[in-house]
């Protein structure tokens, strides 16, 4: 078999039988990055010495579980004990943490094997991956193009076959609109759900930990090891993982799909539109009960973010100051210059902008205008899911307005580029449950490009969503298709 053209599942099954060894299936996929990534740019860093030890590891009975022998790719704010976690910034250019996140050792603890970590917008700040300070990482469907962001290198990386599952998080969007960009799974579980611990942040009330995979089975196998209350984490819930949540093969009966007028927009690419309005059908065929639901504060979901999310920022990123850790600089006449020019130089342009919105919102005169009126309205726009999904179990919508655009095409226009996220940051804002599948492919410019469709579902209900997703993803072929690279 080659390792390279399966799924997760199938893949851990096969090395678990003894079909593959972990270390062939390991190799394989260090000889893909080698040979492809050079023009995709998906990895910051790869460990195949260490990726190397551990399939073999697996393969002489020292190490078993779930996802014994499978190769991983993690998202570079993960922090580990071994290599660099960078977060694509010249601020943490040489960062080497002492501890490993929560997420990434249940993973290790479950037999995967770390192939290395991947590129993405510095400090999770952007929907292009072009804000890392490293390079910008390509769509594998078309290489002029975008992967989406802030989690666009384990986008490009799963969907290039660079890995057989990638982790990701998500702020704003920043797993499912990268997803829907490159054509595969991804899925932001409910705030509190995957332990946040070791997470470098950006925003500390929005981000949250998650898979991308080929297919939703792969999906609810990750999640099942990465969930669970974790007491390093005073965010992490103590609410248990569903039993069932990995048999999502189980379709639930008397299931009911919910329409929002508000993300049915006439601004929608029209394959978009034709992708969702197929994913409806399809909804309908299999016999759910299609209901129109009211998001009346989904408009507001924008602006909301991006007050809450950068006052966040400006609040975390304050400890990168050239004296604690981080970059520093060695021209510094004082300590004032110390810390302006620390983080001049450590800083992009985008994460700079943020910081400066976010500490504006926090100023004085301005908390109650900006900040604490942003948090008024996010209330509204949680209580208007939570309305919804007293009559109806998931909501159906776009992931994004349209398919991925052309490298710096958006680059000069941060509302544009801000404008990316908005089917996606309300999800953050409420603590919800969504997942973006594979909706078909549309062609621009001689060029295949993948399409996005989502569901959102209530809080800790990722088990019921898991099931509702697989519907779709059975009865349509879209989750099959890869790129040519």
């Not at 499912?176 to 997470?199: E, F, H, N």
Request: glycine residues 8%; hydrophobic residues 35%.
């Amino acid at each position: 078999m080659n390792p390279t053209d399966t799924t997760l599942t199938e893949l851990r099954d096969a090395i678990a039988s003894k079909s593959i060894s972990a270390a062939e299936a390991t190799q394989t996929y260090l000889n893909r990055i080698e040979a492809h990534d050079g023009g995709l740019h998906s990895y910051h860093e790869v460990y195949t010495e260490r990726a190397m030890k551990q399939a073999t590891a697996v393969d002489d009975g020292e190490v078993t579980g779930p996802l014994a022998g499978v190769p991983i790719a993690i998202k570079d704010l993960l922090c580990t004990d071994y290599g660099h976690t960078t977060c694509s910034s010249k601020m943490l250019a040489n960062f080497q943490a002492p501890y490993t996140a929560t997420a990434v050792q249940r993973l290790e603890d479950a037999g995967a094997v770390i192939l290395g970590k991947t590129n993405m917008d510095e400090f999770a700040m952007g929907s292009s991956t072009e804000n890392s300070a490293n390079v910008t990482t390509r769509n594998p469907w078309d290489t002029d193009r975008v992967p989406g962001g802030s989690s666009g290198g384990s986008a490009a990386a799963i969907a290039a076959d660079l890995c057989a599952a990638s982790i990701g998080s998500d702020t704003g969007g920043s797993i499912r609109q990268p997803a829907a960009l490159c054509g595969v799974v991804g899925m932001k579980p409910t705030y509190g759900r995957i332990s946040r611990y070791g997470l470098i942040a950006f925003a500390s009330s929005l981000d949250q930990i998650g898979p991308f995979t080929h297919t939703v089975a792969d999906t609810a196998l990750l999640l099942k090891v990465m969930m669970g209350h974790d007491p390093l984490d005073s965010t992490s819930a103590s609410v248990p993982v569903p039993g069932d949540i990995d048999q999502v093969d189980e379709a639930p009966k008397n299931l009911r799909i919910g329409i929002a007028k508000e993300y049915m927009s006439d601004s929608n690419d029209p394959a978009v539109a034709a992708a969702t309005q197929q994913a409806i059908d399809v909804y309908k065929d299999h016999g759910a009960q299609i209901v129109e639901v009211d998001l009346p504060h989904t408009e507001y979901g924008i602006p909301v973010y991006y007050i809450v999310a950068t006052a966040e920022a400006s609040s975390n990123l304050a400890r990168f100051d050239g004296v604690h850790y981080g970059h520093r600089t060695d021209k510094a006449e004082d300590l004032i210059d110390l810390y302006c020019r620390s983080r001049a130089e450590g800083f992009g342009d985008e994460v700079k902008r943020r910081i400066m919105l976010g500490t504006y919102a926090l100023s004085s005169g301005y908390y109650d205008a900006y900040y604490d009126r942003a948090l008024k309205v996010r209330r509204l726009i949680a209580n208007d899911f939570d309305t919804a999904f007293k009559d109806c179990d998931a909501i159906l919508c776009p992931t994004t307005t349209a398919p991925a655009f052309k490298i710096g095409e958006k680059s000069d226009d941060p509302l544009s580029m801000y404008l990316n996220d908005v089917y996606t940051v309300n999800c953050n804002l409420a603590g919800n449950a969504g997942i973006s599948l594979p909706g078909g492919t549309t062609v621009v410019d001689g060029k295949e490009l993948p399409i996005g469709v989502q569901l959102l579902g209530p809080s800790f209900d990722e088990s019921r969503l898991l099931k509702i997703a697989r519907v779709y993803e059975s009865a349509t072929n879209y989750y099959t298709k890869r790129p040519q690279l």
